[in-house]
């Protein structure tokens, strides 16, 4: 038994400062700099892309996690940092190396993030001539100017606080993200951090990010790309009671674990609410799969297609390329009879056969929404699963035929 | 030995006759019905969609041809009659029942074909109404009407013909296709006829029709959207040499099937060029794979990813969107030290490394060639594949978000 509370304002985690600066990375003047300074003690978990190809500080994160406590995360906007071969790997320790001097810990206790631009050499100079005065702001409160400083195509920063009271104590959770392009997290989205107070074993916190990622940044999309840096953190301070570390037959891991969903599945709408040029968030809601993967598969041949997307954005029912979507995903034993398709809870297609009576304009109407969902029931099957996509509009085109100039 | 020439203009085909109709379908006085007529002896072979939720008169068409020879081929654009249910098939085989009374042939002799909106009941009555006026009309130099008239937001007609010699015997293979959206084949495109006046074997014709169309339909893309509807056809009227069917043995073979082929490829590619929206024709290049599968993954995950396509609409060579498209693409084996990327012949990455003195700008320049290629090795394997794609460009949006209206 728990209370659950989101709040209206990013509330601080005790053992979490946050600072920011202008390092100068793409643009002069733009906040393109983070620091996430963890007190010691806590515990640190983190799931990056499977994308193979993936970038250089992910690579070093990756291999700093394994065997260290984490005291400092850095991470840069406007440049990833990937695709750049052996020197980047070399841009990313140097930067790790040159924290590590200033705080007195090892490199191995510094962990990189990069998000921008593929494939141009990350100036870790930059970067390391902006530590010493970066790490001298370090403060609690930093939490939404942090969010600002990760963002790249995002229109608006991404943070969220959720406050969770399990048989008297109380925990906070804090999360920050950023989107918003090349979207598509397999095991983890691009860049997103979330602290808590409560201490957690780092055994049952690794398992935690796993499946906290699965049910939300990994059940969005927004143009199918998944990124080469995805990265997502979980830091558990342990500042509200340090002498038990949760695990998961405590009393407490069902309120702290739901609490960390929470802020996870609000970065992860937060993150499709701001897709590149999106002007509509859209639940995918596949129900009577034999597995939530054959449901995941349809969902996502729907939430990927351009022609849906592109009607979405017309607000325009043309719900033909739902259907052809779905009889392409390659699911195992689809079969027309048993397709049923509908806008929120308006029925358009029962038992393989249209609706008789269906209305085209209410349809419409439901689409013209800022947020819907459609349903589709592919089977008999007792599997359920949704994914969150946008529209494709015209401003999509813009900021992606434009981004690098 | 054979000597195969690409003619400047349509040519007749003997044994196929074609009209052309204004029936009404979904808008007035817009020519949206083609007939095509087929002499008897001919032989017939087709490969349809393999999407699910295939459209009504797909099923017909591939249940009749089963058993039938077919004498008449029916195409109508403006209404896909698909996602109808039962009553769409009662409307295809309406047609086929009024064209084989006025033919004197069985409906089985008569194949359906349908192009354009999903979902909304295909008007039998009107194609019927328009049959004998279009049937008195057939006629042998139709052809390039007959590309005009199966036309939905395709801007140009698609009809190529050739002309191949084999030891003295001259035969002509002509075809048309359209396209030009929800294009991403399987087995066949949305809706491609192909004639010629050899004469072949039905078993080899039904070899050749898939081996040609995985050679060639099956290896474009514009939107990643497999049709309800593709369909292709291939005719051998054997107007030439009538007493000898052509099997793989046959001396006239390679000659015949390397014109036919030839056609389709230029049908395929016409159709990638005319995209929705589309502003240039691009070849991805796979090589080093360890199977064909392999290099098809890796291509598709390029000429698909709304990113790379919006790079290349802008001639932006943000060659980062490719490489992460190829990373997270699920080829079994990736390796970065492995992967080489160029533009034409003009060297990005080579061995996971940035080439040194690479220089953006001529990337950029050979971006704006309205026909390019993007070149990418995955491996030290032997297998090869190309996929042909387009850009995604501010007019793909608007075609799609007005489609309907």
């Not at 969010?147 to 969220?160: E, G, H, L, Q, V």
């Not at 392009?181 to 780092?202: Q, V």
């Not at 996870?264 to 002007?279: K, N």
Request: hydrophobic content about 45%; some cysteine; proline content about 4%.
């Amino acid at each position: 038994v728990f209370e659950l509370n989101r709040l209206p304002h990013p509330a601080t985690v005790r053992g979490v400062r946050l600072a920011v600066a202008s390092a100068g990375i793409r643009k002069a003047g733009r906040t393109d700099l983070c620091l996430i300074d963890i007190a010691p003690d806590s515990t640190v978990a983190g799931v990056f892309t499977q994308n193979v190809f993936c970038a250089a500080p992910v690579i070093v994160a990756r291999d700093h996690l394994q065997d260290s406590q984490p005291r400092l995360l850095v991470i840069n906007s406007g440049n990833a940092n990937a695709g750049t071969g052996q020197i980047g790997l070399q841009d990313a320790r140097d930067v790790c190396a040159a924290a590590g001097r200033i705080l007195g810990c090892s490199e191995r206790a510094v962990l990189p993030f990069s998000t921008g631009v593929i494939g141009q050499r990350l100036s870790a100079a930059k970067i390391v001539a902006a530590l010493p005065q970066a790490i001298s702001d370090l403060a609690h409160e930093r939490w939404e100017e942090a969010a600002r400083a990760i963002m790249t195509t995002d229109t608006t920063p991404k943070c969220f606080s959720v406050e969770v009271v399990c048989s008297g104590r109380r925990y906070t959770v804090t999360g920050i993200a950023k989107g918003a392009g090349m979207i598509k997290p397999n095991m983890a989205t691009m860049l997103a951090f979330i602290a808590t107070d409560a201490a957690i074993a780092r055994p049952a916190l690794e398992g935690l990010v796993k499946a906290v990622s699965d049910r939300s940044f990994n059940r969005i999309t927004i143009d199918g790309d998944t990124s080469t840096n995805d990265s997502c953190m979980v830091i558990a301070t342990g500042q509200t009671a340090p002498t038990e570390r949760l695990t998961e037959t405590h009393a407490d891991w069902a309120g702290v674990s739901a609490a960390i969903l929470d802020v996870a599945a609000q970065l992860a709408r937060a993150i499709v609410r701001d897709g590149e040029g999106a002007t509509k968030l859209v639940t995918i809601d596949v129900r009577g799969g034999t597995t939530v993967d054959d449901c995941l598969k349809a969902a996502y041949a729907v939430a990927e297609s351009p022609l849906v997307k592109t009607a979405l954005f017309a607000s325009d029912p043309n719900w033909g390329r739902i259907l052809a979507a779905v009889g392409r995903s390659g699911v195992p034993g689809l079969q027309m009879s048993a397709l049923a398709i509908s806008f929120d809870d308006y029925p358009i297609i029962q038992a393989g056969e249209p609706v008789a009576g269906y209305d085209e304009a209410i349809s419409a109407k439901i689409m013209a929404r800022d947020e819907f969902s459609i349903g589709i029931q592919i089977g008999a099957g007792a599997a359920q699963a949704s994914v969150l996509t946008c529209d494709f509009s015209l401003e999509y085109v813009r900021i992606n035929a434009e981004y690098r100039s």
